[in-house]
């Protein structure tokens, strides 16, 4: 069955710090991995689009990671402001256009 | 502002209704995709048209239908509404059906309350 599954569920950060987000996935045939922001009640906004062959791309202070071995990702946010607060989706694609969401990681930034 | 746009914002009806969502893609794009986020859960992918016709169906009921106009203009239909059909419901559209570098714009969602 394909799953996408996120963790944490939710985070609490320090404005400034940095945090990582993690992605692992069990989807086949795999093409593609996204990671979208979702504020509270609005619709997601693509952060990076990432193929198989993509290890890692960067959205300026959010970068992600790739490792289609292991089937895992992470979304690495750096400098973190209060407008980071949001809900971080991973979604992964297949080869027959389907999309996977996952639950998402509820991120709280605190000054 | 991702060009999508979505109407009505917010709905409140009562079991058994009938209610009808709208959305207009961007400009451009002839993809339509229909999303339903419950409370606390994820996106559940509804249904995909494609230039008027539809072209991927996901765990859509079958009280729910959904079309797309000859002005690219979508709507999706809910009938005989539960009180779980509760959920923000988001229009997204892309400029062609999908594929690998394909972004889909998501609207601001039309949050749906039964009662």
């Known amino acids: 069955k394909n799953q996408v599954e996120q963790s944490p569920q939710s985070l609490i950060i320090l404005e400034g710090k940095n945090c990582t987000l993690q992605?692992?996935?069990?989807?086949?045939?795999?093409?593609?991995l996204r990671w979208y922001k979702q504020d509270t009640g609005r619709g997601p906004v693509s952060l990076t689009i990432?193929?198989?062959?993509?290890n890692t791309k960067s959205n300026g202070r959010y970068t992600a990671t790739l490792d289609a071995d292991t089937k895992q990702s992470s979304l690495h946010i750096t400098a973190s402001q209060l407008s980071d607060s949001a809900s971080y989706i991973c979604v992964v694609g297949t080869r027959t256009d389907k999309l996977i969401f996952g639950t998402g990681t509820r991120l709280q930034v605190f000054p | 502002d991702s060009g999508v746009t979505q109407t009505p914002k917010h709905l409140i009806t009562a079991t058994g209704q009938r209610v009808t969502l709208r959305c207009s893609p961007r400009?451009?794009?002839?993809?339509v995709y229909w999303y339903q986020q419950s409370l606390d859960q994820g996106l559940q992918f509804l249904i995909q048209y494609y230039n008027g016709e539809e072209r991927a169906k996901g765990n859509i009921l079958e009280r729910f239908s959904a079309q797309q106009f000859p002005d690219l203009h979508s709507e999706l239909n809910l009938s005989s509404l539960e009180l779980g059909d509760s959920a923000l419901y988001f229009c997204a559209s892309s400029v062609g059906v999908q594929s690998l570098y394909n972004e889909q714009f998501f609207g601001p969602g039309t949050r749906l309350t039964v009662l």
């Open positions: 990432m193929t198989f062959s993509e």
């Open positions: 400009s451009g794009d002839l993809s």
């Open positions: 992605c692992n996935y069990t989807v086949s045939p795999f093409s593609n």
